[in-house]
C-alpha cells in the first residue's frame, strides 16, 4: 500500500516542463491552435505512415552493421563514389604486386582511371594489359565503374628551381 502512494506522488519532467512552457505561452498571449483550424487536416491513427521502415526487417530489431552501411549507401546513391574509393585503397590486390610496384592510381574523373607508371615500359605493358584489367574491374567492383584506363608515362624532372624563371631553352643551351 505505502508503494501505490510512493508511486502516486512522482512527477513527470516532462510533463511538468510542457505544463509550464504552456502557462507561459499563454500569460504571453499566445494561443494554442488545433492543426484543423489551421487548415492543415488531421490523419487519422490507422493512416499515418509508420516512424520505421518495415521494409528492412520491422525496424525494430537490431540489424547488421553491414546491412546498415549498404542500406545507406544504397540510398544516398554513393555506390560510384565508394567503387572509386575501392579501386584506390584495393590497387595492390586488383592489379597484382608486379604491376602495383611500377604503376600507382593517381586520380579518378568520371570513369577514366589515372595510372602513373614508373618506366616507359611499364607505361607500355600497362597499355597492353588494359583491356584485360577493365574486364576485372567490371567484375570486381560492377559494370561501368571504369571504362577507360588513361596510361601515363614517368614524369619528367623540371629545371625550374625557385620563384622566378627566364624564357628560354634552359639548361641546354650550356650543352655545347
Not at 552501411?69 to 608486379?98: F, K
Not at 607505361?123 to 601515363?152: C, M
Amino acid at each position: 500500500m505505502a508503494a501505490e502512494t510512493d508511486h502516486s506522488t512522482e512527477i513527470d519532467a516532462a510533463q511538468a516542463a510542457l505544463n509550464r512552457m504552456r502557462r507561459i505561452a499563454k500569460s504571453r498571449g499566445e494561443l494554442r491552435i488545433p492543426r484543423n483550424r489551421l487548415g492543415e487536416k488531421s490523419v487519422p491513427k490507422a493512416k499515418r505512415k509508420p516512424f520505421l521502415d518495415v521494409k528492412y526487417g520491422g525496424g525494430r530489431d537490431p540489424q547488421g552493421l553491414g546491412n546498415v552501411v549498404s542500406r545507406l549507401v544504397s540510398d544516398r546513391g554513393w555506390s560510384s563514389p565508394l567503387a572509386v574509393g575501392s579501386v584506390m585503397a584495393q590497387w595492390d590486390t586488383l592489379v597484382g604486386p608486379d604491376i602495383a610496384a611500377h604503376c600507382q592510381p593517381e586520380s579518378f574523373e568520371a570513369t577514366t582511371l589515372h595510372v602513373r607508371c614508373d618506366s616507359t615500359s611499364w607505361a607500355t605493358q600497362l597499355r597492353l594489359l588494359s583491356s584485360s584489367l577493365l574486364a576485372k574491374f567490371d567484375e570486381d567492383l560492377g559494370r561501368g565503374v571504369v571504362t577507360k584506363i588513361l596510361v601515363l608515362g614517368p614524369a619528367a624532372p623540371s629545371w625550374r628551381k625557385g620563384f622566378r624563371n627566364v624564357k628560354g631553352r634552359g639548361p641546354r643551351d650550356t650543352y655545347g
